[in-house]
Nanobody, 132 residues
Framework: QVQLVESGGGLRQPGESLRLSCVAS????????IGWFRQAPGKKREGISC????????????AYADSVKGRFTISRDRDKNTVYLQMNSLKFDDTATYYC?????????????????????WGQGTQVTVSS
């Protein structure tokens, strides 16, 4: 069955970097758009990045929320069936639980990352804490 497992979270100081992994099983990551979301305590779940599927003309296009643009990079490794989120120049506001999820929607600069109800399968999340 479809399963997503996030890892790589941890404690970092402002300005440092972290790379999150989202290992998929039960499907090929290139067949779906994969998004990264985060949720801080008391806040709504926020879509921060996505990479499109390689079907329906998407072919790996990406999108980012303004809050992370220029600092975070999404990528995927087809051989490992894994999607990564490289997070640089971390800020206090990046503290949250990070989730990856699948969607059949397009993902590019025009369509954006979208909302959580557009995504189907979710991982359990990994905690990122940015603190001095």
């Amino acid at each position: 069955q479809v399963q997503l497992v996030e890892s790589g979270g941890g404690l970092r100081q402002p300005g440092e970097s972290l790379r999150l992994s989202c290992v998929a099983s039960g499907f090929f990551i290139t067949h779906y758009s994969i998004g990264w979301f985060r949720q801080a305590p008391g806040k709504k779940r926020e879509g921060i990045s996505c990479v499109s599927s390689s079907v329906n003309g998407g072919d790996g296009t990406t999108a980012y929320a303004d809050s992370v643009k220029g600092r975070f990079t999404i990528s995927r490794d087809r051989d490992k069936n894994t999607v990564y989120l490289q997070m640089n120049s971390l800020k206090f506001d990046d503290t949250a639980t990070y989730y990856c999820a699948t969607a059949q929607r397009r993902c590019d600069s025009a369509y954006g990352v979208g909302y959580q109800d557009e995504y189907d399968y979710w991982g359990q999340g990994t905690q990122v804490t940015v603190s001095s």
